[in-house]
């Protein structure tokens, strides 16, 4: 097994000091305040076996799955997807494959891989909104396909792919004993609406999730994987070697983070509602550069115009405006680069004041 180094995590781990950060993943950190705590919340210990009961309880209900479909991760959506593909390829051959979208989030192109599967490509074209195409899914799988993965909403675009693609992924999948992997951490962003989890487009699909990217509560690290009993099981064998039991302290307040999971929603929204009028409001008089504007999520992938390379925009942004916005490279597209939105408003304005101001430094008008 060989573990690739993550080109994206690095630069997202290295990254300056800005006054205007456009570049975080997820929306502005949750204030502790929202989850109520109290003092008997400062626990140092939880009775667990295969994690903690009332969590997987409050997750299975939020979700309309069995207790035996949940498995909760202190680490994350990165190591609930770990878990997961770990525990779909056991006992697979080295020569299984795995399909993988593309552009994708880099980690779950290189797990695969490190886990010593060749990866063939699912194509999401700019030019066609980033729909999944079937015809080029299905003739992808083969007998040799145990895996497919995907995002939904896709990071980095933002594209939704809709329940009845989904649906037939997880069919044709299924034709040849395989499963459906989906990373579902930005559908949690929808605005003004409660969509079901992809866990339900059929029964061979897994799926994986958190609290970070919609909700602000990265330090949390509180990740799950939904799906079939047996792979679920398999995963917690797995843990049983990386990490055997969670952080108490993080699962006792990812628990009250589920109860009040309503009010978090509402002030998340608060800040993504406004703010996507915002980013509308500025490709509709930004018009050097293209981007599908998604229907929720926190992030948009811009097209640059030609001539103008996303790392020199990056770099440019950043020492003469203070501002950063992640280039498109760590995410297979060297003319695009990826903005969060997700935070307060007048943070959002300026820095994409300072995006036009770059444009105009660096290239012509047009």
Avoid at 213 to 236: E, T
Avoid at 295 to 300: A, I, K, L
């Amino acid at each position: 097994m060989k573990t690739p180094e993550l080109s994206y995590i690095a630069w997202a781990k290295a990254m300056p000091a800005v006054a205007v950060n456009l570049a975080r993943s997820g929306i502005d950190y949750c204030p502790p305040s929202l989850l109520r705590l109290g003092p008997a919340d400062l626990v140092t210990q939880l009775p667990v076996q295969y994690g903690f009961a009332p969590l997987r309880d409050a997750i299975a209900a939020r979700y309309r799955v069995g207790e035996d479909q949940v498995f909760t991760v202190s680490g994350g959506t990165s190591l609930a997807n770990w878990l997961a593909c770990a525990a779909a390829l056991h006992g697979c051959p080295p020569r299984t494959e795995v399909i993988v979208e593309r552009p994708t989030y880099e980690p779950l192109l290189q797990i695969p891989r490190m886990l010593g599967h060749p990866v063939r490509r699912l194509e999401r074209r700019f030019g066609d909104r980033y729909v999944i195409d079937l015809d080029r899914f299905r003739r992808l799988v083969s007998r040799r396909t145990r895996l497919a993965i995907v995002t939904n909403l896709h990071n980095p675009s933002g594209a939704r792919i809709d329940a009845g693609t989904l649906g037939e992924m997880a069919s044709i999948m299924a034709r040849v004993g395989g499963l459906l992997l989906v990373d579902e951490v930005y559908l949690e962003c929808l605005f003004d609406q409660r969509t079901a989890s992809c866990v339900h487009a059929g029964p061979n699909v897994i799926t994986t999730n958190s609290l970070t990217k919609a909700y602000g509560l990265d330090g949390l690290r509180a990740g799950w994987m939904l799906g079939p009993p047996a792979v679920i099981r398999r995963a917690m064998l797995i843990h049983d070697l990386l990490g055997n039991n969670g952080v108490a302290p993080g699962e006792q307040l990812t628990l009250r983070a589920f109860e009040r999971l309503d009010a978090i929603h509402a002030r998340a929204q608060s800040l993504l509602v406004p703010n996507l009028a915002r980013v509308r409001r500025f490709f509709a008089r930004e018009r050097r550069v293209q981007a599908l504007l998604p229907e929720g999520g926190n992030v948009v992938f811009p097209r640059l115009p030609a001539g103008i390379a996303s790392d020199a925009l990056a770099a440019h942004l950043v020492r003469e405006y203070s501002t950063l916005v992640v280039p498109g490279r760590f995410f297979e597209s060297p003319r695009h680069i990826r903005f969060s939105f997700g935070m307060r408003g007048a943070q959002l304005s300026q820095g994409l004041r300072n995006l036009s101001r770059g444009l105009d430094d660096l290239g012509p008008q047009q």
